[in-house]
């Protein structure tokens, strides 16, 4: 019973920002990372952003210096800052999470995906 929401995707002029989130909600022992994948269409499904429980991160290198992941423990929440966006940005975003919803399992969860467009 553990569900992923987004929230915060949109339309936005090319060097805009956003900032997506995402909330982990249901039965929840821990959980190990969370992070932020793209698809754009015609294009395969991409990692955007990462970061685990240590809050160590990773960044795909078309958004480095651009975009900020960060995450709040206490309410299960990963945000994704966006700035200076460029049209090639534009994808569905989904958030993911790594999570041990009991002592004796672990599993990958997805959110239902929110669309950033980014286009004047």
């Known amino acids: 019973q553990v569900q992923l929401v987004e929230s915060g995707g949109g339309l936005v002029q090319p060097g805009g920002s956003l900032r997506l989130s995402c909330a982990a909600s249901g039965s929840i022992f821990s959980i190990n990372s969370m992070g932020w994948y793209r698809q754009a269409p015609g294009k395969q499904r991409e990692l955007v952003a990462r970061?685990?429980?240590?809050?160590?991160?990773n960044y795909a290198d078309s958004v480095k210096g651009r975009f900020t992941i960060s995450r709040d423990n206490a309410k299960n929440t990963v945000f994704l800052q966006m700035n200076s966006l460029k049209p090639e940005d534009t994808a569905v975003y989904y958030c993911n999470a790594n999570i041990r919803p009991t002592v004796f399992r672990v599993n990958d969860y997805w959110g239902q995906g929110t669309q950033v467009t980014v286009s004047s």
């Open positions: 970061i685990t429980n240590s809050h160590n991160t």
